[in-house]
């Protein structure tokens, strides 16, 4: 199958996914729906490490708030630098820049102390780099779909577990993440161990850290994480990640 016609198929399940979810959404509002719950998310964040930074920032939506199950909506918009060592130019140092733009449509459940989401819908990507690397398939514009799940889960009163994880169509990139924490500072936030791995065609990266989750502030809720990073290229560096959101 060819570039274009795996990009219109791609086209069009997002837009009977979309469609298919706007419909379920639009439904008669009932009594009690708007009884002053969240029904959206702001975030933003940080991601530095010794051959890149990175910024992102977006929205959560649920129609029927978070309090209840139901459909979500993730609008996601990251961009930042990074390099590398091309293999098919000698080992010659590549400097990249990525813009990302997400809008994801899913499902949200909760039950007790635990959540999960789940959302796929379509992704636009764009990367330039210095000097041109034309092994590398993650060149100019690039149109896909990505699936994605995020798990929280408190299994005792002062414990928490995440888990999250993603796939791309555009060059199968993928990420994943698995943090565990204790509430600490008279149950302020939590604390813990986190690993995490990164990968797309011919790179992979992991990551071993300590994260601080769920740092209150008002109504704000801030997260941060560092650690050791190393990559498929053999290079190693500290790694720093900065997290903030807020309901609405």
């Known amino acids: 199958m060819g570039c274009g016609r795996r990009v219109r198929v791609a086209a069009s399940v997002a837009t009977a996914f979309i469609v298919c979810c706007c419909c379920v959404a639009a439904g008669p509002v009932r009594a009690g729906d708007d009884d002053g719950v969240a029904h959206a998310i702001l975030f933003s964040g940080r991601d530095f490490w010794g051959n890149g930074a990175f910024l992102f920032g977006g929205m959560l939506w649920a129609p029927n708030g978070f309090e209840r199950d139901g459909l ?3 609008l996601m918009l990251s961009g930042g630098a990074y390099r590398y060592k091309a293999g098919d130019l000698g080992g010659e140092r590549v400097i990249g820049a990525e813009l990302v733009a997400q809008a994801l449509p899913g499902f ?10 789940v959302f796929f819908g379509p992704e636009y990507e764009y990367h330039r780099l210095w000097p041109d690397d034309p092994g590398n398939r993650l060149r100019g514009p690039a149109f896909g779909l990505r ?10 009163p002062s414990t928490m577990i ?11 990139n993928s990420s994943a993440r698995l943090a565990f924490g204790w509430q600490v500072l008279d149950k302020q936030f939590y604390a813990g161990p986190e690993t995490q791995v990164y990968g797309a065609q011919g790179y ?3 990551r071993f850290g300590i994260h601080v989750t769920s740092f209150r502030t008002g109504d704000a809720e801030w997260s ?12 190693s560096s500290p790694y720093l990640r900065l997290g903030f959101m807020q309901r609405e």
């Open 147 to 156: 699936f994605a799940v995020e798990l929280w889960d408190e299994p005792t």
């Open 108 to 117: 949200r459940v909760a039950r007790n102390h635990f959540e999960a989401k």
């Open 204 to 206: 992979a990266q992991w």
């Open 162 to 172: 995440a888990a999250d994880a993603s796939l791309s169509t555009i060059d199968t």
């Open 72 to 74: 979500v909506f993730k």
């Open 224 to 235: 941060a994480a560092g650690g050791w990073a190393i990559d498929s290229d053999n290079r």
